[in-house]
């Protein structure tokens, strides 16, 4: 039963990649989720271990270099939204969820939402749910 959920996890980082013009890398314990960094390498970005259905996050953009303000110019704040609701829909299946602000590096998502500081963004450091709520 486990191995199925494994596949199915596979399969939604395949699809997941392909809607978001990532790419995967298969290994020997799952899959990764490659995002391009600013020497146009495909670098592991997301890490799904299908062994133990765990995650490995490589870092955000500062540390990976992924810097989308600069190597995705198609990518928006509505579509990092949305990449990451995708990705938490999957995530669910093993019971992790990611926060945007674990993907993406500050100084980058400022670039990309056109804003001063990035955790007065709702929408990267998570309090937009907490408002609505109130």
Known sequence: MEMDL???IIIDFKKLAKKYNFK???NKSGISLCAKNTDSKWEDWIIYNSIDNSIILIGNTDQCNFWFCN???DI???ILINFTAD?????????YEVEMRKLIDPEDWQEIAHICDAYDDPRYSGSIEEEEEL
């Open 6 to 8: 494994a596949n199915e």
């Open 24 to 26: 995967t890398r298969n």
């Open 71 to 73: 190597t995705r110019p």
């Open 76 to 78: 928006t704040p509505d």
């Open 87 to 95: 990705l938490n829909k999957i995530m669910d299946k093993i019971g």
